[in-house]
């Protein structure tokens, strides 16, 4: 009977019941990134994947194009900045396409949208179409995550830390959770284990999306360069536990003694949150054969240049220069 069900499957009524491996995969990141009070980039990036069983079907992808249309009903249409198509493997052809719509105050030769195109508040209608296929949907900048540093209960200015004195740091929101310390693949089997209990617990393997989630850590480095040092995660991590690198939650203010970090040293805090859209909300395309994830992705990063102050030989230099003046 074995026998006989196998030749079933290989007969060719079955062969046809096969479906074919024809997909459209879109990953759509909406990201707010803003550095000290310098820049503040706005983006919104699409990763397209399109499977297809009939390698044909992969023909003229790389005329697709994304269609932006701000709440005032400004409009913009890009070209793919990347295009790649791998042959078939077994059954499938892929083609991965990469969309970015760019807004950075920072670095303006880097934009692709008008200047200020991101700045509105409201949904953002997107139309994607890829040869035969078309995606549509809205999304928007999710509320901007802040942080502040200060010293002797003064606003840090100029991007410059005094060595002589301790640092505080406050965050709005002041408590959030979940919270990582680690910036790294979500998927990663770390982030896996934060939530085994659960998943087995509820009969369901699947790791559940956490929405919203957060990211916070502190690292030092070398004012000239070169890699940075994780501070110790227990230091600002409510909780921490070794070998895990995930939390329930933690809060602010932070203090940090002034021994912590030294002249010539930069201290950097990256602060941000993920909100993982529901299904039903975000991008939509053809019923069959579409999936599709949309993130938003609010990020505040403070770096602070540790000095030292002036020696009082220095100081009376100065006060010479000012003087002859």
Known sequence: MALLGALALLAPG?????????????????????????????????????????ESRLAGVEGAQLTITSPSGQGVTL????????????????????????????????????RGF????????????IRDQTVEGEVEFGEPV???????????????????????????????????????????????????DQALGGGDFRTPVESPLYIFQVRIGDMGGGPTKLLDPARYINGYQPHLIRSERTSTPLHFDANEFGPGQVVIVDFLRQ????????????????????????????????????????LGKAAASGGKR
Not at 18 to 30: F, G, M, Q, S, W
Not at 42 to 53: E, F, H, N, Y
Not at 281 to 292: D, I, K, T
């Open 146 to 196: 802040s942080l502040r540093a200060e010293q002797g209960g003064k606003i840090v200015q100029h991007f410059s830390l005094s060595a002589e004195q301790p640092l505080d740091i406050l965050s709005d929101p002041a408590e959030f959770g979940p919270v990582y310390f680690r910036r790294q693949d979500l998927t990663n089997f770390l982030f896996q284990l934060a939530n085994m």
């Open 79 to 114: 070209a793919p900045q990347q295009v790649e198509i791998l042959p078939r493997v077994f059954k499938a052809a892929n083609a991965k396409l990469l969309f970015k719509a760019i807004d950075d105050t920072g670095a303006p030769s880097l934009n692709n949208v008008p």
């Open 275 to 314: 909100d993982t859209l529901p299904d039903t909300e975000g991008l939509h395309g053809p019923q069959a054969n579409f999936s599709s994830r949309t993130v938003v992705i609010d990020q505040m990063v403070v770096a602070l240049a540790v000095e030292q102050p002036p020696i009082a030989a220095e």
């Open 118 to 129: 991101f700045t509105a508040p409201g949904q953002y209608r997107l139309r994607l179409s």
């Open 14 to 54: 079955a062969a046809r019941s096969v479906p074919e491996a024809d997909h459209l995969r879109v990953e759509c990141v909406v990201l707010r990134l803003a550095v000290n009070d310098y820049t503040v980039r706005r983006q919104v990036k699409l990763l397209c994947t399109l499977t297809a069983s009939d």
